[in-house]
């Protein structure tokens, strides 16, 4: 039996990007070991109600301690080399890098990193980088080159990733496929036309400044100085990243009355309520699993002109797109549906299609799972 071990950084991640993937890998008889620093007892009988095997390994999400990540590298390749994996799969930053590190050195005969953006270090800022930051990115591209080069396949979610890769010589194009987003359950996601009025705009996705939360809340601020009634839903936890909202930052909004913060929920309940889906990032998104249900959902999308970000609307067909940090313009696009809420349902209409076509996660699983069949003596 074929085994393979999916290596996370964030064991919630196995569960709700991953669990379809899972899924699918255990019905074509792979064995699958899942593996994340961060288990909790509800997490680890998910993954075993799924039939994979949860694993336990010691890795640091954020942050570069040098000495710590090699000893954690050293520690996962024994791991590994243990459990003999024929396949690896990394995804997010360090288990890209670091697991697939660990599995050349544990000699698994096959080696896949999936690139699902490049995160905070890559994201531009409005300011000149400090040399600090100048640094970090330095050394992440000068691991991820040193990891990649030892990764039989390299996955990216969007164009833009692939163009800055290549450019910068830290992957070999022969290695790269694009997947174009890791895709959603379209049945576990209904297309559903029926939203509660006033007009609701939601955003869902980790409390960064990057995620364009304060120009959602400042955007929030004009348009209900003309329209009072419209909502506006922030949906999502507090985050230990560099860029992460204090929750005092997030509180005064409420306060203030302009936005509504449940928290850290389920997001289905809270989109079938939603008009509109929005998320003004300028982080380095790969292609947000956020806007991929939101579509499936049949939401109209206002998203930002950015890389991953923009391979999710047709201009004027499914949504809008609007210029990184730009309020005014996503005003503007916030009021085009206020006004003219007629076009709400037939644009979410087009996202569902569009959903269809490009993010139907078992088509994007058929597509992975081929990628792990391959014989590694052939590439």
């Known amino acids: 039996m074929k085994t393979i071990a999916i290596i996370s950084s964030q064991a919630f991640s196995l569960i709700n990007f991953r669990g379809s993937l899972i899924g699918a890998l255990i019905k074509e008889k792979i064995r699958v070991y899942a593996m994340a620093p961060d288990y909790d007892d509800e997490l680890r009988q998910k993954i075993v109600a799924l039939g994979a095997y949860p694993v336990d390994f010691s890795l640091k999400r954020t942050g570069m301690?040098?000495?710590?990540?090699i000893v954690d590298m050293l520690r996962l390749a024994a791991l590994l080399y243990r459990i003999r994996p024929d396949v690896t799969l990394g995804y997010f930053a360090k288990p890209v890098i670091y697991g697939t590190l660990a599995a050349w050195i544990a000699r698994v005969p096959r080696r896949i990193a999936m690139i699902e953006g490049l995160g905070y270090v890559y994201t531009s800022s409005n300011m000149p980088l400090s040399w600090k930051r100048k640094i970090l990115r330095c050394a992440v591209s000068w691991l991820y080159r040193v990891a990649l080069a030892r990764a039989h396949r390299v996955i990216f979610l969007n164009q833009d990733d692939i163009v800055e890769f290549v450019g910068a010589g830290l992957v070999d194009q022969a290695k790269i496929e694009h997947l174009g987003g890791i895709g959603v359950d379209l049945v576990e996601w209904p297309s559903t036309t029926s939203f509660a009025n006033p007009v609701s705009f939601l955003l869902a996705a980790r409390l960064l400044r990057e995620k364009g939360i304060v120009e959602y809340a400042e955007a929030a601020r004009h348009v209900k100085a003309l329209y009072p009634d419209v909502r506006f839903v922030?949906?999502?936890?507090?985050?230990?990243?560099?860029?992460?909202?204090?929750?005092?930052?997030?509180?005064?909004?409420?306060?203030?009355?302009?936005?509504e913060w449940p928290g850290h929920v389920e997001v289905r309940p809270w989109l079938t309520q939603a008009s509109i889906f929005v998320l003004p990032s300028y982080y380095r998104e790969g292609l947000p699993r956020s806007i991929q249900e939101a579509m499936a959902m049949g939401r109209p999308i206002i998203t930002t002109d950015t890389p991953g970000c923009r391979e999710t609307v047709e201009e004027g067909v499914n949504g809008f797109?609007?210029?990184i940090r730009?309020?005014?313009?996503?005003?503007?696009?916030?009021l085009i549906f206020v006004n003219q809420s007629d076009r709400?349902?037939?644009?979410?209409?087009?996202?569902?299609?569009?959903?269809?076509?490009k993010f139907d996660v078992h088509k994007i699983n058929e597509k992975i799972i081929n990628l792990i069949r391959f014989n590694p003596r052939n590439t």
């Not at 301690?65 to 990540?69: A, F, G, H, L, Q």
């Not at 922030?234 to 936005?259: F, H, I, Y």
């Not at 730009?326 to 916030?334: H, I, Y």
Request: glycine share 8%; proline share 7%; charged share 25%.
């Open 65 to 69: 301690n040098p000495v710590r990540d």
């Open 321 to 323: 797109l609007v210029p």
């Open 234 to 259: 922030l949906l999502g936890a507090l985050d230990e990243n560099p860029g992460g909202l204090k929750q005092s930052e997030v509180r005064a909004w409420v306060t203030e009355g302009l936005l």
């Open 326 to 334: 730009d309020v005014a313009s996503l005003v503007k696009a916030m």
């Open 344 to 357: 709400i349902v037939p644009m979410g209409a087009a996202s569902r299609r569009i959903a269809e076509e």
